[in-house]
């Protein structure tokens, strides 16, 4: 099933893959279904692309429900005043024709955004190989034009690894999935945190596995930037600062924060290397950045 959205995210038709409409809906400026042609062929993601519970009447939007009935949350915002609304049951301020609250606790005005660019590291023109899987990948993030309000880059990093050590008689299949956030000042273009205190902001790096080992690593990447994102609501979704974890100084999460990502920025590496024999340089097989 594909979901076609409006510019709230809101679901308006889902079709099946050869593009035949399944259901179709009609919302109010609260997100009221006001009509709906098939709604048993349908999905619960509907309003904002948040989940409805027809036996309530009300919207899931993580950190509350919202009842389009009312206008309103049903209960008070968990990050209180430090949300910046007075009224903390309040949807958007009253003014849900131009903003969205995708987990509850702040509104984002839905218009045209700063754009997450990337830009190469001095003296790294894309991935570096070194010997027996060590490899390092470096680049800054950039924000065009300035960001007015200040806010967060948000990536989602999912990587396989798998190794084996002839010489040590080990085997090991690495599995990560995590969201890291760098923050952006207001007025600036690039983000402020950078990993591991090194210079730049993104980096993967594998290390050299030795003599006798071979193996494969695959990483793919999506980011996006949230203008207007505060240290607070970031906390609020289960970000943390773990040096020993995988996104070095930053904050980050192996929970999905489920944000409703504005995707503009993709990556993705797959390289592998066979040192069983003799010591050889890692071989990038693949690797994009767009």
């Given at each position: ?99 969205t609250d995708p987990v509850g606790t702040y509104g984002i005005r839905l218009e045209p ?126 970000f943390r600062v773990d040096p020993k974890g995988p996104a070095g100084d930053l904050p ?9 990502t504005p995707v503009t920025v993709f990556h993705e590496l797959i390289a592998v290397w ?17």
């Amino acid at each position: 099933m594909w979901y076609l959205t409006d510019k709230l995210g809101s679901v308006r038709e889902n079709t099946d893959g050869n593009r035949n409409v399944l259901d179709s809906i009609t919302y109010d400026t609260y997100g009221n279904i006001l009509a709906e042609t098939a709604p048993s062929s349908g999905d619960r993601f509907k309003y904002t692309s948040r989940e409805w519970d027809s036996e309530i009447g009300q919207y899931f939007y993580r950190a509350r429900y919202y009842g389009p009935g009312i206008g309103r949350f049903e209960s008070e915002d968990p990050l209180a005043f430090q949300a910046d609304d007075s009224n903390l049951y309040r949807y958007v301020k009253n003014a849900p024709i131009d903003n969205t609250d995708p987990v509850g606790t702040y509104g984002i005005r839905l218009e045209p955004p700063p754009t997450l660019d990337w830009k190469k590291v001095k003296g790294f023109n894309g991935p570096v190989p070194g010997f027996c899987g060590q490899i390092d990948w470096q680049i800054q993030w950039r924000i065009t034009p300035k960001s007015k309000k200040g806010g967060y880059v948000i990536q989602h990093i999912e990587a396989q690894i798998i190794m084996n050590n002839s010489k040590a008689g080990k085997f090991k299949n690495i599995s990560q999935e995590y969201w890291e956030a760098w923050q952006v000042r207001k007025g600036m273009r690039i983000t402020t945190r950078v990993e591991s205190g090194k210079g730049f902001d993104d980096n993967f790096t594998w290390q050299d596995e030795g003599r006798g080992s071979s193996g494969e690593i695959e990483i793919w990447g999506t980011a996006g930037f949230y203008e207007g994102m505060t240290p607070d609501q970031v906390a609020g979704l289960g970000f943390r600062v773990d040096p020993k974890g995988p996104a070095g100084d930053l904050p980050y999460t192996t929970k999905d924060p489920h944000l409703e990502t504005p995707v503009t920025v993709f990556h993705e590496l797959i390289a592998v290397w066979d040192c069983r024999q003799r010591r050889q340089k890692t071989h990038v097989v693949y690797s994009n950045i767009g």
